[in-house]
């Protein structure tokens, strides 16, 4: 019991080192950044809470009836939770920046009982788990006085007394509600019950009652010394102090930072994002002079006036306990528009691209253009063509902007194939087929390695089943388009029109087993690709080796909307080039001799684009798998395109 006893000696002895230490200048040691504790966290049965001063850290309560004669905590965690702190323990001496512990066994916890008597004031401490002091606080009681006089000399012997509550029977006589008393920080507002309430929040309904003397607070915020002066008594001298002390601005729910005071031109000026967030600005608290009152409603939506194009007025008085009274103003500024940094799209996977006055939106393929949501404007445009926008640049200045939005087609980094949008005749030609004893085999001719894809034109070999000998070559270039591809085996690749029974040594038109194009909307003003090309002549002069690669743009009736062509009749290494799209041109695709779907339509660019035929060659004309038999003449005379020429592509990309 001694070591107990020797302990708490101690405790008390570092604890009033600890308090002596923080009491320099009337000022307390608090953990790091601000304590907003608030009335909802002192839980106090037998006794409500009229109104609770952050700067003089006193909150005011009265009894909830005429018996109640001890203030019961009801709950600590509240207090705890909003300080930080771990244990309260209850103060003897008045003075709330140095107390004296009453006593070290027995600290404040649920249920803990205090009489009231004749305390009119309660403090507290707050202590963390090293037994440091976190927060003081002192719970000030109504006092009963019986005269005006009495009330006089103990304003001029303590502030205390001064800030003190008065009772609620003078409160009806004086026609002053107990909620004004004691506080520079009172609220207008209701409470649940749709009474209001001076405890710096307001009730989700938004309304206010007014005071009638039945202890109900006014619409209104006002400050520790407003009650006294409502007391008729000529030895007080009522104050003419109207100060803004502090304040917090919260805009869309968020306290707002940057919100500038001006105490000479009476002006809270702020400067918002976006026009829309005008609706949601709220004074959230304010704390005035002693004795001065505002018609500010905290906690809700304030209305503001339009003063001009992009600035808004919301203006409130300032009350002095004399009743003298300044004019204020909450003055905002509102961009000319929407900010350009934060423009953007309700789409997953997209991204916005600004340079200079161009916006370019890119959104995944299959995004439908013509209905995507803008925001933060929340409205949808159609963007299949470009659309002209205002925004306002980092400088606060209105600008013009075009917006454009565009897709990219899968798999255009080429470390992978995309079957379902892109098509091959490698497949076929890894798959022999034999008839009429004669076998038709090859090899792939597509491959994807070190994300790069390769095309390579390759040899069709027909064979005798049972000798091996060959019999013909045909040459076929390697393909890789937007599409399908019908053909099965090198059999479909090396004979498309033969009805016979024995394979035929003739021309084979393999475009015949392919169908073009990919639904595709957007109007691309170009494309980008990296590649490599590896040439290996040949000896035809009317086809010679080349490779290609092109983009059509058509519209639903298979007219060429626009068209970029790109070709080359010498090796490349390490090619980065970007091709304009001709709109209203075919570039003379459609007399080429390449590769291309029949049917097609002369250009129209005033047509919608409906679908994109993308082509990849490494031979322009080896889609006419041409040769001859081996034995009658050298079948390389009539290959159209160089065996073993390849096109090595790494990326592509459409430019918008």
Known sequence: MKLLK?????????????????????????????????SEDFDLGGFSVDSLNQESSRIYVSPENKKADSLVFQSVDGILNATGGRYIYIASSKDASDPDVV???????????????????????????????????????????????????????????????QSSDQSAASGTSEAESSSSEDVSGSSDSGKSSATGESSDSGESS??????????????????????????????????IVTFQIWVAGSRFSSAVLNATYKTISIDLDDASLLEFVQMYRLTLSDGASSDIPLRQN??????????????FAVTAEDGSSDQWKISVTVPKGVALNKFG???????????????????????????????????????????????VDNTGELQTYTVVAGTQLPGMEFDSRRDEFWATVSDALEKSATVADINISSSKNLDVSDSKMTLTSVILVGKEALTGIKGSEKLV???????????????????VDNSGKTPSTGNSDISKDMEFGRPFVGRPMSFSIDYSYTHVGNSSSSYPQKSLIYVILLSADSSIVAAGVKTDAVSVNNASVTVPLV????????????????????????????????????????????????????????????????????????NY
């Open 345 to 391: 799209v309700a789409t997953e996977d997209s991204s916005i691209t600004i340079t200079g006055n161009k916006i370019y939106v890119e959104v995944p393929y299959g995004t439908d253009l013509a209905s995507i949501t803008v925001l933060p404007m929340d409205t949808v445009a159609n963007l299949v063509h470009p659309v002209e926008m205002q925004f």
């Open 210 to 243: 007014s005071s009638e003397g039945n202890g109900e607070s006014s619409s209104s915020v006002v400050s520790s010394s407003s009650e006294e002066g409502q007391e008729s008594s000529s030895s007080v001298e009522l104050s003419s102090e109207k100060d």
């Open 6 to 38: 020797l302990a708490y000696c101690l405790m008390a002895w570092l604890l009033a080192f600890s308090l002596q230490a923080c009491s320099e200048d009337g000022k307390k040691t608090v953990s790091p950044g601000p304590i907003e504790i608030q």
């Open 477 to 495: 270039g390697g393909f890789y388009y937007t599409g399908v591809y019908n053909g099965t085996s090198a059999l479909d690749v090396y004979d």
């Open 302 to 315: 304030l209305v503001f006036q339009s003063v001009g194009a992009y600035n808004y007025e919301y203006a």
């Open 583 to 654: 709109y209203g041109s075919d570039e003379g695709l459609l007399s080429s001799g390449y590769l291309l779907c029949p049917g097609l339509k002369a250009a129209d660019a005033t047509k919608e684009v409906a679908f994109i035929h993308v082509v990849f060659a490494s031979s322009a004309y080896a889609h006419i798998v041409a040769g001859g038999t081996t034995w009658l003449n050298d079948p390389t005379k009539v290959f159209r395109g160089g065996k073993g020429s390849s096109l090595i592509l790494d990326s592509f990309r459409l």
């Open 103 to 165: 006593d070290w066994d027995h600290p404040i916890e649920k249920g803990t009982s205090i009489a009231t008597g004749e305390n009119a004031e309660i403090p507290i401490v707050i202590l963390d788990d090293q037994y440091r002091v976190v927060d003081i606080w002192t719970i000030v009681l109504p006092v009963e006085k019986t005269s005006s006089s009495s009330r006089g000399a103990s304003s001029a012997s303590s502030s205390t007394s001064a800030e003190s509550a």
